[in-house]
Nanobody, 121 residues
């Protein structure tokens, strides 16, 4: 069983930065595909970025050039560096993981509890 714990959310002004962390226990993240998703009130969940086993990355158009997903296998942690944050980035951010890339996109097996990001002046 894999447990995921997110941290690093908070309140930041527009144009600011945050780094979210997703720490895993129970298995090594290096053997899992990992996705960061977000959900704002009244909106559907949106996949923001995911990272492949080999380190390749994919980003939603809305965050390209501003967000960077990375993994530190030694710390068993995946990060989401978020720069030039905008009010529309306000949401609950979740990390999720799965051994299957197909399941990652639709219904990941493992989820964290989420961390709130609020971008406001």
């Amino acid at each position: 069983e894999v447990q995921l714990v997110e941290s690093g959310g908070g309140l930041v002004q527009p144009g600011g930065s945050l780094r979210l962390s997703c720490a895993a226990s129970g298995d090594t993240l290096s053997s899992l595909y990992v996705i960061w998703s977000r959900q704002a009130p009244g909106k559907e969940r949106e996949g923001v970025a995911h990272i492949y086993l080999g380190g390749g990355t994919v980003y939603a158009e809305s965050v390209k050039g501003r967000f960077t997903i990375s993994r530190d296998n030694a710390k068993n942690t995946v990060y989401l560096q978020m720069n030039n944050l905008k009010p529309e980035d306000t949401a609950m951010y979740y990390c999720a993981a799965d051994q299957s890339l197909n399941r990652l996109a639709s219904s990941p097996t493992y989820w964290g509890q989420g961390t709130q990001v609020t971008v406001s002046s």
